[in-house]
């Protein structure tokens, strides 16, 4: 059995369809709030054993404790715009934090979310060293970003201290990913789906314009990870069970929002057209110009699978989702 928090959200719905094609034979147990939009969709093509919400996740981990194989947990406070920092330290750090406790006790593995957001600005840089000192130099900009580097900090500490651990652990620290299943997301979608609407209707796009003198308007650079790349180091963790750690997932290269974009347009054999607009006033002091993973450490731990490059994912992703009557995979 695994069990995959977040699992009808974005990178977890993912991995729910990846687990069932690689291992038909095996429960997936999906543990998420589904509300009253379409989330549900994510996983409506799944063959799911079982959809626990959060409120009743232990009980079921209770009843089933012979039964889990790994829980994967994505499940978290994900938009860096959420301001009460109480309701996320609930559910980002001290949720994650009991899933590890009961994991080392369980003998179960763990893989979780952390984010790239942990990083802040980025003058620290972006390598991903897990030691306590190293933690100890990143400042994130937002309260989400806090509460995982909170959370990869305790690892930290525990490391330090010998305390307990699951069997196999991996934090991974996910840069920008775009891909099939986001739609509910809503403002925190990627760029790919905010601007395939226009493109798609040969309408300009609109970018933010650049506030900072060494980058051009649309210049601003981001780390773009394709998701079904994402899904792939999960499954790889998963099946070299003696590799754990804390590690970047990105590509290691990064592109301009400017790329991106008119990488949608190309995916539609359009002219890319596109407008620039002021940064918010309220984000463009702790706006990021600039993330680029450090992979050395996941390469140097066996991943040797080559990461999509930009205009490819985004091809794939409005050819075969976007452009789709069902946009879902």
Known sequence: MFVITGGAGFIGSNIVAELEKRYPDEKLVVVDRLRDGEKW???????LYDIVHP???????VEYVKDVKAIFHMGAISAT???????II???????SALWDW???NKVRFIYASSAATYGDGEAGFVDDQDRNSLSNFLPLNAYGWSKHLFDRTV???EEKQAPTPPQWAGLKFFNVYGPNEYHKGGQKSVVAHVFPDAKQNLMCRLFKSHHPDYEDGGQLRDFVWVGDVVDVMMWLYENPTVSGLFNVGTGKARSFKDLAESVYQAMGIEPKIHYIETPENIR???QYYTQANMDKLRAAGYDKPFTELEDGVRQYVQDF????????
């Open 90 to 96: 609930d559910n980002n750090f001290r949720l994650t």
């Open 55 to 61: 409120d009743d996740l232990y009980d079921f981990l």
């Open 103 to 105: 994991c080392s006790d």
């Open 81 to 87: 715009t959420e301001t009460d920092a109480d309701k």
């Open 285 to 287: 002091d702790k706006y």
């Open 322 to 329: 976007l452009n789709q009557d069902d946009p879902f995979k």
């Open 156 to 158: 930290a500490r525990g």
């Open 41 to 47: 969709r994510n996983i409506a093509k799944r063959d």
